[in-house]
């Protein structure tokens, strides 16, 4: 299959040949020809598979025939975050250099009069999130009757940010005899909804999720109290035969304090967040690539887009929120038929994360039995006066051989003192994982 049977125009063609495309990715081969035809089309696919060009390639050859004008785009294309709707006009510069089209961004943080004078001027294609859309609709400045053709992107992060009642709303403003693409990485009830109520007679078309083909990743889950979760990275970097290691955490925060805790203990870590600028990220991927450092603290938005693969492992420090993240995240690993392990740290509550995540991929991701050999209540984070810190080695061995029962009070948090004065039960400190080994064994034996 190649882009030139699905029927765009040779122009269009020039321009995607140029852009370094050869083959069209699965949703772009099924859903181009339908578009052309006019058709409504719900696409469902993975992140990462080519969305974008599956609706920009034909609305360009839609758009080819026409008038602009004034005040009355001609298509609309709604996308939750400005970060998106710049990528998909970034996509619309790239294909349609070969054609007369014009195009304006609707977005937040942008000077709104740039954005009103190219409505004035009459657009082909507006690019919006439904804030600044509504904003500027309820203002009078826009109108949306000559509105052909809407785009409804990323339909499933519009439901999380709630952005649906907005769309329900512009879907309203728009001419009922109107072509309407919705795409998303996954169908939820409400997106299911939105769709009967606003496309007609749509055509479905979902590619096969990735998760559950790639078989070269052996993927768990790890039961762990939030609290827990350093100590237990720590103890499987140490003992899973980590070679390079992306983890990622849901906040830049988490990202930062994780990386800091991590050099502390005396590993190679470094760190790529959303707080980082781009020069500054890439150079830390550089550093990552180098093998200066060894494991790469994370954030989705900050890794997207960053082309680091063939990880060894991926670990989730926090379920993702969005599933399909979750495809993304592991996808790092297990490249060019090298098996990566991935591990997802599950507190209490990621309870609902890990659910959806497990909807999506289809099946249940099997726990991994943890054999903690330092005590669970190992000292976290050590008092700041101790400034020569053994190397990590050395330190295992130490905490291996002092044992739990005879704790050194003078390190230890107060909290975990009064809690061992007052257990019976030495594992109900809040930890929810799997009861590590040597509870089992008496100290006294
Ligand atoms: P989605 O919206 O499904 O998450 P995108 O449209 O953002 O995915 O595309 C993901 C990445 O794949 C982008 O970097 C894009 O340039 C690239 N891509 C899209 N189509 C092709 C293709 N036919 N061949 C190679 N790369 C592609
Ligand atoms: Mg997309």
Same mark, same amino acid.
């Given at each position: 299959m190649s882009f030139a049977d699905l029927g765009l125009s040779?122009?269009?063609?020039?321009?995607?040949?140029?852009?370094?495309?050869?083959?069209?990715?699965?949703?772009?081969?099924?859903a181009i020809p339908p578009v052309l035809m006019m058709k409504d089309l719900i696409g469902i696919a993975q992140t990462g598979t080519g969305k974008t060009?599956?609706?920009?390639?034909?609305?360009?050859?839609?758009?080819?025939?026409?008038?602009?004008?004034?005040?009355?785009?001609?298509?609309?294309?709604?996308?939750?975050?400005?970060?998106?709707?710049?990528?998909? #006009?970034?996509?619309?510069?790239?294909?349609?250099?070969?054609?007369?089209?014009?195009?304006?961004?609707?977005?937040?943080?942008?000077?709104?009069?740039?954005?009103?004078?190219?409505?004035?001027?009459?657009v082909d294609v507006l690019i919006a999130t439904p804030g600044r859309l509504m904003d500027l609709f309820e203002r009078g400045k826009i109108l949306l009757t000559g509105c052909e053709l809407l785009v409804i992107d990323e339909a499933d992060r519009m439901l999380d940010m709630g952005f649906i009642p907005d769309i329900e709303t512009i879907c309203s403003k728009l001419p009922v005899n109107r072509q309407t693409l919705l795409f998303s990485a996954t169908m939820p009830p409400v997106i299911k909804k939105l769709a009967d109520r606003f496309l007609s007679n749509p055509k479905y078309i979902e590619v096969a999720r990735p998760a559950t083909t790639n078989t070269n990743i052996v993927q768990h889950k790890v039961a762990v109290n939030?609290?827990?979760?350093?100590?237990?990275?720590?103890?499987?970097?140490?003992?899973?035969?980590?070679?390079?290691?992306?983890?990622?955490?849901?906040?830049?925060?988490?990202?930062?304090?994780?990386?800091?805790?991590?050099?502390?203990?005396?590993?190679?870590?470094?760190?790529?967040?959303?707080?980082?600028?781009?020069?500054?990220?890439?150079?830390?991927?550089?550093?990552?690539?180098?093998?200066?450092?060894?494991?790469?603290?994370?954030?989705?938005? #900050?890794?997207?887009?960053?082309?680091?693969?063939?990880?060894?492992?991926?670990?989730?420090?926090?379920?993702?929120?969005?599933?399909?993240?979750?495809?993304?995240?592991?996808?790092?690993t297990g490249r060019g038929g090298a098996t990566g392990r991935a591990f997802t740290f599950v507190a209490p509550e990621d309870a609902e994360a890990i659910d959806n995540v497990e909807k999506l991929t289809?099946?249940?991701?099997?726990?991994?039995?943890?054999?903690?050999?330092?005590?669970?209540?190992?000292?976290?984070?050590?008092?700041?006066?101790?400034?020569?810190?053994?190397?990590p080695e050395k330190r295992e061995e130490r905490v291996e051989r002092a044992p739990?029962?005879?704790?050194?009070?003078?390190?230890?948090?107060?909290?975990?003192?009064?809690?061992?004065?007052?257990?019976?039960?030495?594992?109900?400190?809040?930890?929810?994982?799997p009861v590590p080994d040597f509870l089992n064994v008496s100290a006294f034996a």
């Open positions: 040779d122009e269009l063609l020039q321009a995607v040949e140029a852009a370094g495309y050869t083959e069209p990715t699965p949703i772009q081969a099924q060009a599956s609706f920009v390639l034909p609305m360009i050859d839609i758009l080819a025939h026409g008038r602009r004008r004034a005040l009355m785009p001609r298509s609309l294309i709604l996308e939750p975050t400005r970060e998106l709707a710049a990528q998909v #006009a970034e996509n619309f510069e790239k294909y349609g250099k070969n054609h007369d089209l014009k195009m304006a961004l609707l977005i937040g943080g942008v000077q709104m009069g740039d954005q009103v004078k190219a409505l004035q001027e009459g939030a609290r827990k979760k350093r100590e237990v990275l720590r103890h499987l970097l140490r003992t899973d035969n980590v070679s390079t290691a992306i983890v990622f955490c849901n906040r830049k925060t988490t990202v930062r304090e994780l990386a800091k805790s991590l050099k502390r203990h005396g590993f190679a870590a470094g760190e790529i967040h959303g707080d980082m600028d781009q020069p500054a990220r890439l150079a830390e991927l550089e550093r990552f690539k180098a093998g200066d450092v060894n494991i790469l603290c994370a954030s989705d938005v #900050a890794a997207r887009g960053l082309d680091v693969k063939g990880v060894s492992h991926v670990f989730n420090f926090d379920t993702p929120w969005h599933p399909d993240d979750y495809v993304h995240r592991i996808g790092r289809g099946g249940k991701i099997p726990e991994f039995d943890l054999k903690l050999e330092e005590p669970v209540e190992a000292r976290e984070e050590r008092p700041k006066t101790k400034s020569k810190r053994p190397a739990r029962r005879e704790p050194r009070a003078e390190e230890e948090p107060r909290r975990e003192r009064r809690q061992r004065r007052a257990e019976p039960e030495p594992a109900d400190d809040g930890w929810n994982g």
